[in-house]
């Protein structure tokens, strides 16, 4: 299997020759501005000194100042951080917000760590990053395992609230930011089942049950959804009648696990994948739907919410399905447009309504499906590719080479 980044070079090729790009344009866009690595020294509790490895990946600021999260997690790598930095400046354009891409990251299981050990990890990681990130130049925002609270801890170490995004309402947070990646996701979703005629009735699956999809499977079940099936890293549970996502949070807050919940069946995550359902939402982990379980799929709409979930491999043995993917950097471009308002609103001293940020986040979401779905039409291409297409298009548009 390809690397995430290779993956997303692969991505980058076949859309800059759909979208005829420049190709002086191409090679600026097929490697980052600026990587990073740094060893963060953190004196565990136990008063053992432990080093962990950290990282931020500057991709492309041909938009406006870099943006993108920093994940905590045991599997991440500096090819992961690069990948996820490419995507970054493709969804920033895709939904045509003055942003670049960049991505951040420490090789850590937060799990492990103490809430003072954390807070030591999040300083460390930004006084090592110094004078590359601020308000200006590249502003981050959290992702796996991190927080609005670790936001908060990382702003004041930098002594900025605009450099951070994703913080606490009380530490300059925008209204919305905790919902906007599900949010954005669901306005996607509501436009592309307009599109194919699906009903209520629908039968939706859904990986990963944290910031992206327990919101979004709240939303979907407020909305009179049925979901069949949902999953954390420890496993699977299954319910053909539908299960009450309200239950299912509060199991999930008392035990730590979706697993277990009331009359359903556990299942693994493998199997979740290729359950037979109309919509299968991917809200874990990149490298999910490869081409060893793609054939298995049956859903009729595969649905990124997580970053890269299925490989090339993968898109090309659904598209031959004639499964419809709705790719991440559309469909989870919620988040970072919601981060984007949060940012305009601490640096013009502004706090916007919740009413305010959704109508506007709505229009953006609504305003990105039409063109992706008209590009996508016209040309003949999936998705993805069509989303690649608008945001290169944009991006040669402004890159000065
Ligand atoms: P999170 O840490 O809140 O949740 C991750 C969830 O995935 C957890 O429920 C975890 O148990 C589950 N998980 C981890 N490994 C798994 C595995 N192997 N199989 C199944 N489930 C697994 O993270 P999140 O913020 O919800 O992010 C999830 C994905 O969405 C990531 O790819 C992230 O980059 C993407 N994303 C998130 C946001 C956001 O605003 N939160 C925005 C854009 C994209």
Same mark, same amino acid.
């Given at each position: 299997?390809?690397?995430?980044?290779?993956?997303?070079?692969?991505?980058?090729?076949?859309?800059?020759?759909?979208?005829?790009? =420049?190709?002086?344009?191409? /090679?600026?866009?097929?490697?980052?501005?600026?990587?990073?690595?740094?060893?963060?020294?953190?004196?565990?509790?136990?008063? *053992?000194?432990?080093?962990?490895?950290?990282?931020?990946?500057?991709?492309?600021?041909?938009?406006?100042?870099?943006?993108?999260?920093?994940?905590?997690?045991? %599997?991440?790598?500096?090819? !992961?951080?690069?990948?996820?930095?490419? +995507?970054?400046?493709?969804?920033?354009?895709?939904?045509?917000?003055?942003?670049?891409?960049?991505?951040?990251?420490?090789?850590?299981?937060? $799990?492990?760590?103490?809430?003072?050990?954390? *807070?030591?990890?999040?300083?460390?990681?930004?006084?090592? @990053?110094?004078?590359? &990130?601020?308000?200006?130049? %590249?502003?981050?925002?959290?992702?796996?395992?991190?927080?609005?609270?670790?936001?908060?801890?990382?702003?004041? !170490?930098?002594?900025? $609230?605009?450099?951070?995004?994703?913080?606490?309402?009380?530490?300059?947070?925008?209204?919305?930011?905790?919902?906007?990646?599900?949010?954005?996701?669901?306005?996607?979703?509501?436009?592309?089942?307009?599109? #194919?005629? @699906?009903?209520?009735?629908?039968?939706?699956?859904?990986?990963?049950?944290?910031?992206?999809?327990?919101?979004?499977?709240?939303?979907?079940?407020?909305?009179?959804?049925? &979901?069949?099936?949902?999953?954390?890293?420890?496993?699977?549970?299954?319910?053909?009648?539908?299960?009450?996502?309200?239950?299912? @949070?509060?199991?999930?807050?008392?035990?730590?696990?979706?697993?277990?919940?009331? =009359?359903?069946?556990?299942?693994?995550?493998?199997?979740?994948?290729?359950?037979?359902?109309?919509? #299968?939402? /991917?809200?874990?982990?990149?490298?999910?739907?490869?081409? =060893? =379980?793609?054939?298995?799929?049956?859903?009729?709409?595969?649905?990124? #919410?997580?970053?890269?979930?299925?490989?090339?491999?993968?898109?090309?043995?659904?598209?031959? $399905?004639?499964?419809?993917? /709705?790719?991440?950097?559309?469909?989870?471009?919620?988040?970072?447009?919601?981060?984007?308002?949060? +940012?305009?609103?601490?640096?013009?001293? *502004?706090? +916007?309504?919740?009413?305010?940020?959704?109508?506007?986040?709505?229009?953006?979401?609504?305003?990105?499906?039409?063109?992706?779905?008209? &590009?996508?039409?016209?040309?003949?291409?999936?998705?993805?590719?069509?989303?690649?297409?608008?945001?290169?298009?944009?991006?040669?548009?402004?890159? *000065?080479?």
């Amino acid at each position: 299997m390809q690397t995430a980044y290779q993956n997303a070079m692969e991505q980058l090729r076949k859309a800059s020759e759909i979208a005829e790009l =420049n190709k002086d344009v191409l /090679l600026k866009l097929q490697s980052p501005d600026r990587f990073i690595q740094v060893s963060i020294p953190i004196r565990m509790d136990s008063g *053992e000194l432990k080093v962990f490895t950290g990282y931020r990946v500057q991709y492309d600021n041909t938009m406006g100042p870099y943006k993108g999260g920093i994940r905590f997690h045991s %599997d991440t790598d500096l090819d !992961e951080v690069k990948a996820l930095s490419f +995507w970054m400046t493709i969804k920033c354009s895709v939904v045509g917000i003055p942003l670049g891409g960049g991505k951040g990251g420490v090789t850590v299981d937060p $799990k492990v760590l103490s809430e003072s050990e954390i *807070e030591k990890l999040s300083r460390g990681y930004v006084k090592k @990053l110094k004078g590359i &990130i601020g308000r200006d130049i %590249d502003v981050p925002a959290p992702d796996v395992y991190t927080t609005p609270k670790i936001m908060a801890i990382m702003a004041d !170490e930098i002594g900025d $609230k605009a450099a951070f995004t994703g913080k606490p309402i009380e530490n300059g947070g925008s209204l919305g930011r905790d919902k906007a990646t599900a949010l954005g996701a669901f306005y996607v979703f509501e436009k592309a089942i307009e599109k #194919l005629s @699906l009903s209520k009735d629908s039968k939706i699956v859904i990986q990963g049950f944290g910031n992206a999809g327990a919101v979004f499977a709240k939303i979907l079940f407020d909305a009179g959804y049925s &979901i069949i099936a949902v999953s954390d890293s420890k496993g699977a549970i299954v319910s053909d009648n539908g299960l009450n996502i309200d239950e299912v @949070l509060k199991f999930k807050e008392n035990t730590g696990s979706v697993i277990n919940f009331e =009359n359903t069946k556990t299942i693994t995550n493998q199997e979740l994948l290729e359950l037979d359902c109309d919509v #299968l939402a /991917l809200c874990a982990l990149e490298n999910q739907v490869t081409d =060893n =379980n793609a054939n298995n799929i049956k859903a009729k709409i595969v649905f990124e #919410l997580a970053n890269g979930p299925v490989t090339p491999e993968a898109d090309l043995i659904l598209k031959s $399905k004639e499964i419809l993917v /709705l790719p991440d950097v559309l469909t989870n471009a919620g988040g970072v447009t919601v981060s984007y308002f949060e +940012w305009l609103q601490n640096i013009n001293n *502004e706090s +916007w309504s919740l009413e305010e940020v959704n109508t506007k986040l709505k229009e953006i979401m609504y305003k990105s499906f039409d063109e992706i779905y008209d &590009i996508a039409k016209t040309k003949d291409i999936d998705f993805r590719m069509a989303a690649f297409v608008s945001a290169l298009k944009r991006i040669e548009a402004k890159m *000065e080479i």
